[in-house]
């Protein structure tokens, strides 16, 4: 039985490498590195970085599209490698699906809106009759903001917005505990954007789910999520609570993405600290922070030895060095 303070997704020192090159020039992409993270029940976090940080990556290993090259994923307290058999990974996959950045390609252009919701419906609630399917692809239908009409258009038939919206239908569909959104409205008009915001806070609201919003936008971050995971070179480098994180960043690469969020106040400049866009290296990266070759902070220590999550304030950590160091047993710091 579920513990009742058990997180309902937890991943313990998550890390999937991809083999590159052939022959004797093969390395080895380190996409994503030792990454742990929790999500609770009816919570919203968000997955902030850059594009390349490894964000999609992660979605895409919880979704168990990939499998970690090491390290653990527990739904409810139990291992994912602990599933056996079809209809435990259809289980799984029923209660977290994904939606993902393009709207069109994530529907089949040959059918009717219906298709996918109803085809999820018998999937994943085989015991429900037909008017009952019918019934429920209109509630899920309702739930993300359209009428039931939608469900007898094509997908060409509907706008960006709309068949967005149609996504998230498709993942109600399947009874989910937790979606993936992996950045689902920057395909989209900016005056739009804040509607599919405001449908996923809905949902947690009214279908209990919780979500795991995958995105390189910290201001739409900030309007909808309760936590914040910062994501850079494969590695999370900082986490806490959004407003706590936001308002006292201890990483210097949250700071860089604080400082690209538009201000009409600001000057027309750029700080010359900020403005390096050296990428990570990550295709056999050597030890040391993946940060420091833009980092205004950084030390002799950053090129040597990897920067792990230390705490810095209450529920909220960063991997730094020089802002959050590592606490010696003498209570000094490292």
């Keep these: 039985m579920t513990e009742p303070d058990t997180p309902l997704l937890e991943l313990r020192g998550i890390t999937r490498h991809f083999k590159v090159g052939t022959g004797l020039s093969r390395r080895l992409l380190h996409a994503v590195d030792d990454v742990d993270l929790s999500i609770g029940a009816r919570e919203i976090v968000a997955l902030v970085g850059e594009s390349g940080s490894g964000k999609s990556t992660l979605a895409r290993l919880v979704a168990q599209v990939h499998r970690p090259t090491k390290g653990d994923i527990l739904y409810q307290g139990r291992p994912l490698s602990d599933q056996r058999g079809r209809r435990a990974k259809l289980a799984y996959r029923g209660a977290v699906p994904m939606v993902f950045q393009d709207p069109f390609s994530s529907l089949n252009p040959a059918y009717r ?56 239908a498709q993942a109600l569909a399947h009874r989910p505990r937790l979606i993936l959104a992996d950045e689902p409205v920057s395909m989209l008009d900016v005056s739009i954007r804040i509607g599919l915001l405001n449908v996923m806070a809905e949902l947690r609201e009214t279908e209990g789910v919780s979500l795991l919003y995958i995105t390189h936008d910290i201001a739409s971050a900030r309007y909808l999520a309760d936590r914040i995971a910062v994501m850079y070179g494969g590695h999370i480098v900082e986490t806490g609570p959004t407003e706590e994180v936001l308002a ?87």
Excluded: M, W
Aim: aromatic share 4%.
């Design 248 to 334: 006292h960043p201890r990483h210097p690469y949250t700071d860089l993405l604080l400082s690209a969020v538009p201000d009409p106040r600001a000057p027309l400049d750029v700080d010359a600290a900020t403005a390096k866009s050296d990428p990570p290296v990550v295709i056999d990266p050597t030890p040391g922070c993946r940060f420091r070759a833009r980092c205004p902070l950084a030390v002799d220590v950053c090129a040597h030895v990897t920067p792990r999550l230390n705490p810095v304030a209450a529920g909220h950590t960063a991997a730094c060095h020089v802002n959050a160091p590592v606490p010696a047993a003498d209570g000094a710091t490292a």
């Design 113 to 168: 809106v219906s298709h996918g919701i109803l085809r999820g419906i018998t999937l994943h609630q085989p015991r429900l009759g037909r008017a009952e399917r019918q019934a429920e692809a209109e509630r899920v239908t309702e739930a993300v903001g359209l009428g039931p009409e939608v469900l007898g258009r094509y997908p060409y038939e509907l706008s960006g917005g709309q068949r967005q919206r149609i996504g998230f």
